[in-house]
């Protein structure tokens, strides 16, 4: 029976031997995905951090738990094997964290965190964390079995080697500990000089909270400050939107039809994909550079209804505001036909976008998204049928998701072979043969087409279609390694591939088969609908960061794009990231890194745009 001396020294080396592993793993999973350091001083920190960072995830994750059980258990007969068990089973859990977390972050560059686990928790994971094959979890359990078997033996085995490592122990937990110190102290001081190239490394180690120590610094006179753009933070949670009361005469009252398919990429209105959308295009005018205002859906129909970048979603939510759209449509009194695939309350629209709107369906009844999105056409099909429509202007939104979920009905045919029978996200990698990924992505958005096929049909049937602005959209793309860098969905960057997206507008006045090519946004389609059907005279300053559409005047072509875990600003040219860590990185739209400096004067514009509505404005805005 092992004392409590041998047994913490043979615990010393199984957190080391973890550390090692946990390096393993993520250079596994990582490969082809890190970027390279941006100079030698960022190199130099890296390998630091590696040597730093890996042994303390160890410790905190394995090696306290394991202790305590030394320490804190009776040393008797019946637990002699406690120390070995707690070992194994924390050494398990750990590996099995970090190889999720290594998985995660090579498609999605998130690690598991607040917003990972709130995402999931809240039900909203759906929006960004795809789906698996059905035998994962199965193959998942069977795996950390062997994993926390692998874990049991290794401590064993450290135990055996303990005594004879022994005089080593000491020297390398010092050169640790001093490493330790050293790597937090340049990282504050970076952090506290603006050293972009050093506070950006974090961002790659999972559960890194690295120190700061800017006050101290600043207090004894030994830090560059400079003055950066104030970026919205937690704490701007005021709301003062819209900055006036609008003014609304309108001298007609058309129809207005939303249709939003879920991840549809702005490469894909093609006749071989959405052969019924594309009989749109000669009655429509189609605007060829669309971005969305996020790469998730909860901030792409956010842009949509109210025109606002994403980082005013959390004050919205925190006072309930619904849209001015929203708020002027009820007040015109229109009728209002809502039908969402996708359940309105996770993210929480039943709260921001149709908050007080009485009888909303929450959840559309169906087992799969591809019923569910049978339904929701349906749906529509029966509303526009109704001669009840002719009497009284009405708002329809209809949300089809079954391309964001790859779901097709089993008897559905499939025109784009080979397609993937079954999605795994486990499967992707760099070298990963995307044909019957993007293939299966294709057939299902063929099937979306094929249901607003049926509702534009029953559109044109009803003869409302010529008193009818008609939108048909996304609300965010959807990427295929597209990049190089193993993106997979969305969620990821800001590449055109998860932010651009199809926009076709019909409607009274409107050009037919006509092309825009300026670059539009999302913000853009509330000061539209608010300008072209509600005849809303009130500046869209006064409400959005979009202009309507067909407006050129003051137009500006770069804008802020959100997700949950960056925000950035989109250009034609590049996109700019707005770094927690400092700085603005600028990259191509293929993601590569531009060794360019950000146009700080774009920066300040959509910086300024960010905090609009969050401050109470000075004086209304002139007409």
Known sequence: ????????????????????????????????????????????????????????????????????????????????????????????????????????????????????????????????????????????????????????????????????????????????????????????????????????????????????????????????????????????????????????????????????????????????????????????????????????????????????????????????????LMTELRRQNYDLEILGSSPLVHPEFDRTIFSGIQGLRLKTPGATPYERDRRVAADMVEFLSDPARAKKPFFGFLWLNSVHSYSIPPDYPLPFQPSWREVNHMALGPGFDKTPFLNRYRNALHFVDAEVGKVLDALRASGLADDTLLIVTSDHGEEFNDTGKNYWGHNGNFSPYQVAVPLLVRGPGWQRGGVVSYMTTHNDLAPTILTDALGCTTPSAAYSLGWPLRQTEGRRDFFAVVDYNDTGMYEPDRITLFSPFGGFPVYSHDYDRLDEPPRMDHVRAVTQDMLRFSRKPAKPLPR
């Open 1 to 324: 029976m092992h004392t409590r001396t041998s047994l913490l020294h043979g615990l010393g080396w199984f957190v080391l031997a973890n550390a090692l592993l946990f390096e393993l793993i993520t250079a596994w999973f990582w490969r082809g995905v890190i970027e390279p350091a941006a100079d030698t001083p960022a190199a130099a920190y890296r390998v630091l951090n590696t040597f730093v960072h890996w042994p303390l995830l160890a410790l905190i994750m394995m090696g306290l738990p394991t202790a305590l059980a030394i320490v804190l258990l009776p040393r008797q007969p019946a637990l002699k094997w406690a120390p070995l068990i707690v070992a194994a089973l924390s050494g398990g859990i750990a590996a099995c964290v970090m190889i999720l977390d290594a998985v995660v972050f090579s498609q999605y560059r998130m690690h598991l965190g607040p917003y990972v686990w709130g995402l999931v928790a809240g039900g909203a994971g759906g929006e960004t964390f795809l789906v698996f094959s059905r035998k994962l979890p199965f193959l998942l359990g069977a795996g950390a079995l062997l994993i926390v078997a692998a874990e049991g033996a290794l401590f064993a085995l450290c135990l055996r080697l303990a005594g004879r490592l022994r005089p080593l122990a000491r020297p390398v937990w010092i050169t640790w500990v001093a490493l330790l110190v050293g790597a937090n102290a340049w990282y504050a001081w970076a952090d506290a000089h603006y050293q972009v190239n050093i506070t950006q490394e974090s961002g790659h180690f999972p559960f890194y909270r690295p120190i700061t120590a800017k006050r101290v610094f600043r207090k004894f006179g030994v830090t560059d400050f400079e003055q950066r753009p104030a970026l919205p933070s937690a704490s701007d949670r005021g709301l003062f939107y819209p900055s006036q009361p609008l003014e609304c005469a309108p001298q007609r009252r058309p129809n207005v039809l939303l249709i939003v398919v879920d991840a549809w990429r702005g490469d894909h209105l093609q006749p071989q994909f959405t052969p019924n959308i594309f009989t749109l295009v000669p009655e429509s005018l189609r605007f060829e550079h669309h971005v969305s205002g996020g790469n998730v859906t909860r901030f792409g129909l956010f842009s949509i209804f109210y025109g606002l970048s994403g980082n005013y979603w959390w004050p919205v939510l925190d006072h309930q505001t619904p849209p001015v």
